[in-house]
Nanobody
Framework: EVQLVESGGGSVEAGGSLRLSCEAS????????IGWFRQAPGKEREGVSC????????YYKDSVKGRFTISRDNAKNTVYLQMNSLKPEDTAVYYC???????????????????????WGRGTQVTVSS
């Protein structure tokens, strides 16, 4: 059974940092692009960042560029999202998801909310206080 499990969320003050992890099991992790999404209360889910299966290519939503860094360790079946200089508007439940196709199309669907990502974790809460 394919599973993605997020961890690392928590509560921090503005300007603080968190590192989210997304650990996969049950399938060929290194065949998948992985995306991070977030959903705040009353808002639609939005794509935050994406990394290709090899880790060579990355994408970031404009509002997180320069603050968030996505990386992956295929030997550990894990993708990370390092979040620095956090702002209250980053508060949301963060999800990771897997896309089995080409990275180019992963970034396109991520920007549209990620409906074509096939495997989702249950999410981890990030709360940033001002």
């Amino acid at each position: 059974e394919v599973q993605l499990v997020e961890s690392g969320g928590g509560s921090v003050e503005a300007g603080g940092s968190l590192r989210l992890s997304c650990e996969a099991s049950g399938y060929s992790f290194d065949d998948y692009a992985i995306g991070w999404f977030r959903q705040a209360p009353g808002k639609e889910r939005e794509g935050v960042s994406c990394i290709s299966s090899s880790g060579e290519s990355t994408y970031y939503k404009d509002s997180v560029k320069g603050r968030f860094t996505i990386s992956r360790d295929n030997a550990k079946n894990t993708v990370y999202l390092q979040m620095n200089s956090l702002k209250p508007e980053d508060t949301a439940v963060y999800y990771c998801a897997g896309y089995p196709g080409a990275y180019y199309y992963a970034t396109l669907t991520l920007q549209r909310g990620g409906s074509e990502f096939t495997t989702w974790g249950r999410g981890t809460q990030v709360t940033v206080s001002s």
